[in-house]
């Protein structure tokens, strides 16, 4: 049996890079809706930061399900 740790070091690098990106993403989502909370609290509307935090979670949603297509396929 031969490994190939070039395409294994591949494999584990796009992995961390993805797993970032989506924790990076998911954090601006948590980011938007906390905005939301504060504006609330003053008074104001904060209709941009919900819409981009909504925006963030579905990209989220759509990056985890094209991995379990990934994975399924």
């Known amino acids: 049996m031969k490994i190939d740790w070039a395409a294994l070091g ?3 690098g796009v992995s961390l ?3 970032v990106a989506l924790v990076a993403l998911f954090t ?3 980011t938007g809706l906390s905005r939301r909370e504060r ?3 003053q008074g ?3 209709a941009l930061a919900v819409t ?3 925006a963030c979670f579905a990209a989220c949603a759509a990056a985890v399900a094209y991995g379990i297509h990934l994975i399924m396929a």
């Open 44 to 46: 104001g509307s904060a």
């Open 39 to 41: 504006a609330a609290a």
């Open 10 to 12: 591949s494999v584990f």
């Open 28 to 30: 601006l989502g948590i």
């Open 52 to 54: 981009g935090a909504y």
């Open 17 to 19: 890079v993805v797993t």
